[in-house]
């Protein structure tokens, strides 16, 4: 059975600081990941993936997340965090099965 | 180009009433899922349709139901409701099994509060 851990509730940074938000993922098989953030009483928007290829994904609003297969892991990361970026980040994995699953979330806050 | 539209925003029921959630994909896509996001769970899988059928679900009672119509829009049905069922409902889509490792287009979700 697939699944996805993310291991804090919660991440504190100060804005212009790098951040890291961590996930890792249980498959059989390659999997396919992702990241989608939530804004307050929106839907989930869309990050970046990884299916195969380079470690390092590249995504929306200068969101970028490495890859590590020996490690499981599929850490969201971003050189200076904004203020703008607070929101609730998941991390999702599919096996190739269609049945996307989600960790359980972790809210990000940035202090001006 | 128009997203994932979901209807109603908000729905208030009382305790062992029906309620009717709707979504329409994003023009070309065949597939449907639906997520139940409650306070503090995440965001726990309910159904998924494509192709007019109902493909895989999730650990939920049967009084969870759903459908999809020809034109791949899809309902969501909870009977009987409870209060645990309060929550917010999610439809996302995505073009379906030709394209496995696609992602996920969400709506903005449907509120369900059970009194």
Same mark, same amino acid.
């Given at each position: 059975? &697939?699944?996805?851990?993310?291991? +804090?509730? &919660?991440?504190?940074?100060? +804005? ?5 938000? *961590? ?21 989930? &928007?869309?990050l970046? *993936? ?10 929306s609003?200068?969101? +970028?997340? +490495?890859?590590?297969?020996? &490690? ?37 806050f940035? *202090?001006? | 180009?128009? $997203? ?25 896509? /065949? ?10 769970l $995440?965001?726990q ?20 139901? $759903? ?11 909870v ?15 995505s073009k379906?099994?030709? /394209? ?16």
């Amino acid at each position: 059975a &697939q699944s996805v851990a993310q291991p +804090e509730d &919660q991440v504190n940074v100060a +804005e212009g600081n790098p951040l890291t938000v *961590k996930c890792t993922y249980s498959v059989s098989g390659n999997p396919y990941l992702f990241w989608y953030v939530q804004y307050p009483n929106r839907g989930l &928007q869309f990050l970046l *993936k990884y299916i195969t290829g380079d470690n390092l994904v590249k995504g929306s609003y200068g969101f +970028e997340a +490495e890859f590590n297969k020996s &490690q499981t892991s599929f850490h969201l990361k971003k050189p200076s965090a904004l203020v703008s970026d607070s929101a609730l980040y998941f991390c999702a994995v599919n096996s190739g099965g269609f049945k996307t699953i989600f960790g359980a979330g972790t809210r990000l806050f940035v *202090k001006a | 180009e128009a $997203g994932v539209t979901q209807s109603p925003t908000h729905l208030i029921k009382t305790r062992g009433q029906q309620a009717t959630l709707r979504c329409s994909p994003i023009s070309g896509h /065949t597939s449907v899922y639906w997520y139940q996001q409650a306070l503090g769970l $995440g965001l726990q899988f309910l159904l998924w349709y494509d192709e007019g059928e109902e493909r895989n679900r999730g650990n939920f009672p049967p009084r969870f139901s $759903g459908r999809q119509f020809p034109n791949y829009s899809s309902e969501l049905n909870v009977n009987a409701l409870e209060l645990e069922d309060s929550a917010l409902y999610l439809c996302a889509s995505s073009k379906g099994q030709r /394209t496995r490792t696609g992602e996920l287009f969400f709506g903005e979700g449907s509120r369900l509060t059970v009194l």
